[in-house]
């Protein structure tokens, strides 16, 4: 019996051929979007009742003399806030089941979703108990610092492990006599691919730019962690800013996990890095099951959060989805793709700098009727849906502009 017990154990695969699909990242995409979806579904009606019940609610107007805006606000009074709760439990299910344990990404990014998340819950806190507009603008970005710090230093030590080859997979050397860079690697990929011997530019501290061969990326050293925490924060703060209309975060967040789960994914291929000409992500495919799992609890948020909204994410899901953006771009090695596969989020946070740059440079002139920009449409008589609707389809195409500009070196 023992013998028997052993043989299936050690030849599983033979034995039960179906599980042999979960060796493949293909499979584990889907599971983990799946997952999160369901879960979402399932807790979401739980949370929402909780959420009315300690009286978790949206405050209303705020009376800072933006009439039409204050208007939708007070319609919205008493909708459940905080649903990111949801979101970030989600993910974070999705990730540990479906993703590899011993793989480091999987850590960082779940780490930068939970302190961004944490970010976020502090602020919708004190909305809700002491009826302040949120945390004081330097305590959150002085959090939001600590936290992209130190996922800054995470990010540079798990490149320093690749960089010297301890995950046994790459050899960071050439052959004597070749004309390689330092930073190119050979390695032979797994049998499906045929065996076949791939050179492949890996990914360490570079910073590499649209349009321009990899061969011309700068490397960052330790500057990696300042630019971890810029992008980051920049990221986080710009879902914030789209976080104002029924389902225009979540639909936007959605697309855009999307575009990063497949940039993930033929960034952590040795033979589409090849063909792409773009930098080789050791441990990626982690990331793309992460976008997946991103994407799956969008999905299933958006189903209680289109209008009229019975949940809003609040800060707690913005700040943590914004997060996990900038982590997903900084583990590809696509941080400028942010520009177009987050559009939207660059429009929103763009038209705040901008408006408040006008206000105090040009004696209160403004450039919109109301920032962010969503509410400038609103202010010229757009509906809500038709606003959020139609940036959702500028979401899509910049994405798909953005997937397209792999090819372009």
């Known amino acids: 019996m023992m013998l028997l017990l052993n043989d299936l154990l050690v030849n599983w695969d033979v034995h039960w051929g179906p599980l042999r699909l979960l060796e493949y990242v293909s499979t584990r995409v889907v599971a983990a979007a799946f997952t999160a979806f369901v879960l979402m579904m399932l807790l979401m009606p739980h949370l929402i009742h909780w959420l009315k019940r300690k009286k978790f609610g949206e405050t209303g107007a705020k009376g800072d003399g933006a009439v039409v805006v204050d208007a939708m606000r007070e319609g919205k009074k008493g909708t459940p806030t905080m649903g990111g709760l949801g979101i970030v439990v989600c993910i974070s299910v999705a990730t540990v089941l479906w993703c590899d344990p011993s793989e480091m990404r999987t850590w960082l990014m779940l780490f930068g979703l939970l302190s961004f998340a944490l970010v976020g819950f502090l602020d919708d806190r004190t909305k809700i108990f002491k009826g302040a507009k949120g945390t004081p603008l330097f305590v959150k970005l002085g959090i939001q610092l600590v936290a992209s710090a130190t996922c800054g230093i995470g990010l540079y030590l798990i490149n320093q492990h690749i960089a010297y080859g301890a995950d046994g997979l790459l050899l960071h050397s050439h052959p004597a006599g070749s004309q390689l860079p330092e930073s190119y690697v050979k390695t032979l990929f797994d049998p499906v691919l045929g065996e076949r011997s791939y050179t492949v530019r890996l990914a360490v501290y570079q910073l590499s730019f649209p349009f321009v061969s990899v061969e011309y990326a700068i490397n960052l050293g330790l500057g990696l962690i300042a630019w971890v925490m810029l992008v980051s924060v920049a990221c986080a703060n710009g879902v914030n800013f789209t976080d104002g209309m029924d389902g225009l975060a979540s639909g936007t967040m959605l697309i855009a996990a999307l575009a990063f789960m497949v940039i993930a994914y033929v960034t952590s291929r040795v033979d589409t890095a090849d063909y792409l000409k773009v930098l080789y992500i050791s441990g990626g495919q982690d990331v793309a099951i992460f976008c997946a799992a991103t994407a799956g609890a969008c999905l299933g948020f958006l189903w209680f959060n289109c209008a009229p909204a019975e949940v809003f994410m609040g800060d707690t899901g913005s700040q943590a989805l914004g997060g996990a ?42 450039i919109f009727l109301c920032a962010p920009i969503h509410h400038h449409f609103q202010y010229k008589g757009w509906p809500e849906s038709k606003i959020v609707l139609r940036f959702w389809i500028i979401a899509a195409l910049a994405a798909l502009v953005a997937l397209a500009t792999l090819k372009i070196r």
């Open 325 to 366: 953006l900038g982590l997903a771009a900084l583990n590809t090695k696509q941080e400028f793709l942010v520009l177009l596969v987050g559009f939207v989020f660059v429009m929103e946070a763009g038209s705040v700098a901008l408006q408040i740059a006008s206000y105090r440079l040009r004696a209160g002139k403004r």
